[in-house]
């Protein structure tokens, strides 16, 4: 008799409690903690640079990363290297061509889980073209904080940053390693 009087409570939880789509969490990237780097080579030797100006917009919950929406726009003019020459080259046309494309884009298409970090896959839109890539990363969420943090290498060819002179890698690597560290709060 106390199965027959649980059951339809049971029937309901199924449908309206557990039967329910999970819900990720929207955070909000914090701007001044987080940071995007690349690295490079230009003659033989190692560079360094970063973009000043980047966000991200991420909808994220670790118990069900099939439901993750994460974008990231970066403003392809704040880039900085230390070197007012390399600056204010990678802004021209052989390169970022910062005046037509003033943004590049990052949009995940899935995320699933890698060993014990993650890999979001997608495209990364820089001038006009859009290139499918890997980009794994690790997560530690602390409550309603979180800091993500990956790297990828990537053939800058592809993307026809610099282009002309500056395309065969005698000059400047076309290998490119990409950093991140993105601190946010739910």
């Excluded at 991420?58 to 230390?82: K, L, M, Q, R, Y």
């Excluded at 970022?96 to 014990?116: C, I, L, N």
């Excluded at 979001?120 to 006009?128: F, Q």
């Amino acid at each position: 008799m106390l199965y027959q009087s649980w059951k339809p409570l049971c029937v309901t939880a199924l449908i309206f409690g557990f039967g329910q789509p999970v819900v990720a969490a929207e955070w909000q990237m914090q701007p001044e903690a987080s940071t995007l780097t690349i690295e490079g080579t230009q003659t033989g030797s190692a560079f360094s640079g970063g973009f000043d100006k980047f966000d991200a917009h991420i909808v994220f919950d670790p118990a069900a990363p099939e439901s993750a929406h994460i974008s990231v726009t970066v403003e392809t003019g704040s880039f900085s290297s230390g070197s007012s020459d390399r600056d204010s080259q990678a802004a021209g046309p052989e390169w970022f061509a910062t005046e037509t494309f003033p943004q590049a884009k990052f949009a995940a298409t899935s995320v699933e889980r890698r060993g014990d970090g993650w890999l979001a896959k997608g495209e990364l839109r820089i001038k006009e073209a859009e290139v499918p890539v890997e980009l794994p990363f690790t997560l530690t969420v602390n409550g309603d904080s979180a800091v993500a943090e990956g790297e990828m290498k990537i053939d800058r060819t592809k993307w026809s940053v610099g282009t002309g002179d500056w395309a065969d890698g005698s000059f400047v690597g076309t290998d490119v390693t990409v950093r991140f560290h993105v601190e946010a709060k739910k």
